[in-house]
């Protein structure tokens, strides 16, 4: 007799990032810099006060906090979690019951639908229009018409960069029955988020992460914003100690550096236009080569020669992110964009 794997997940494969030591690094959509050193300083010194042989607060009361205050919005609304993959798994598995239908849209974020398929939930997918965008009454005509429990999706959308309005996203939220998850990852980049009204909505889950504009991807730290009453049954539904110590001493360290973090958004996104408007004029160089606007922290292109172009900029030691008909490139610092421009100009000129 042997064991063997059950079909769900006879057939996966382990995520693996590109290994590997490259002078660039433009794929992952991280923050391009570490914290300066007097915030390095803060962390040091909180480390020593850990008490290691203790569990973490369960409720991460310090960073939600501080998390809290950072956005201006009443603490009890939010939860704490493991990253917002911990979040995104758990909702769905909890909130979803057998034979419930849940509904992404594409192109998106892969590990919504990915998710779906190990809590054996039933995933729909809606199309975008040719121009990446959202037609925000479609999608509410498929969620009533289908009967959909759950509608999840990034805003502003990873990969493609683009953002459904604060407008829209109220009028969506208020028109179905459906419990609605915004994912605003990227929202900190930009300013039609719906995290300060999300008491005034009974179906609204907002997702935010501390790994982008916060720049503490390795901490692990994601955070769900909702009502009084959603909030409470996403806090029974995790386990009891699922922010480790070490991230939720740093994590409110690092909120609380309200004036730094709010001046490198402010960077981040200048960086971000800037690199927007040098792709657009390379362009001129190729059909081949459409550039898309964005609100995020990174810049969506289409072109067919996106593995070509992402093994040269990889064999100058640059790594940016291929997605069959289209390349993502994550902002980096000045000199590190200015850098990849000059390369690309290179391979397109050849």
């Not at 100690?241 to 994590?251: E, K, M």
Request: proline residues 3%; negative net charge; hydrophobic residues 40%.
């Amino acid at each position: 007799m042997s064991y063997e794997l059950n079909k769900k997940i006879r057939e996966l494969e382990p995520y693996e990032p590109i290994s590997g030591t490259y002078k660039i690094r433009l794929d992952a959509n991280e923050c391009p810099e570490n914290y300066p050193d007097f915030i390095k300083e803060e962390i040091k010194n909180a480390i020593d006060t850990i008490d290691f042989n203790r569990y973490p607060d369960p409720l991460a009361e310090k960073v939600v906090t501080a998390f809290a205050d950072y956005y201006g919005i009443n603490p009890k609304y939010v939860t704490a979690g493991n990253g917002s993959d911990e979040l995104i798994f758990l909702i769905e598995a909890a909130f979803m019951e057998k034979g419930d239908r849940m509904l992404c849209v594409a192109p998106d974020f892969s590990m919504y639908k990915f998710y779906s398929s190990i809590c054996e939930v039933v995933c729909d997918t809606f199309i975008k229009s040719d121009d990446l965008s959202i037609d925000t009454d479609a999608l509410i005509e498929k969620v009533n018409r289908d009967n959909i429990k759950l509608l999840l999706f990034s805003n502003p959308c990873n990969p493609t960069g683009q953002g459904m309005t604060a407008e829209d996203a109220h009028r969506l939220v208020t028109s179905v029955n459906a419990l609605v998850i915004l994912d605003e990852a990227y929202m900190d980049f930009w300013d039609q988020s719906l995290i300060n009204e999300v008491e005034k909505y009974s179906n609204l889950i907002i997702f935010r992460t501390a790994s982008k504009a916060v720049g503490s991807a390795a901490l692990r730290l994601g955070f769900a914003v909702a009502n009084e009453t959603i909030s409470r049954a996403v806090k029974a539904v995790k386990s009891p100690y699922n922010v480790n110590t070490f991230s939720q001493v740093v994590g409110s360290i690092i909120y609380k550096n309200k004036d730094y973090l709010k001046n490198r958004q402010k960077t981040i996104v200048r960086n971000r236009e800037k690199l927007y408007n040098d792709l657009l004029e390379l362009s001129a160089l190729s059909d081949d080569f459409k550039v898309y606007n964005s609100c995020a922290n990174f810049v969506f292109v289409k072109t067919s020669f996106g593995k070509d172009l992402w093994n040269y900029l990889k064999d100058n030691s640059i790594v940016i992110r291929f997605m069959g008909d289209y390349i993502r490139i994550s902002v980096g610092t000045e000199e590190e964009n200015e850098e990849l421009i000059s390369c690309i100009k290179t391979y397109l000129s050849r």
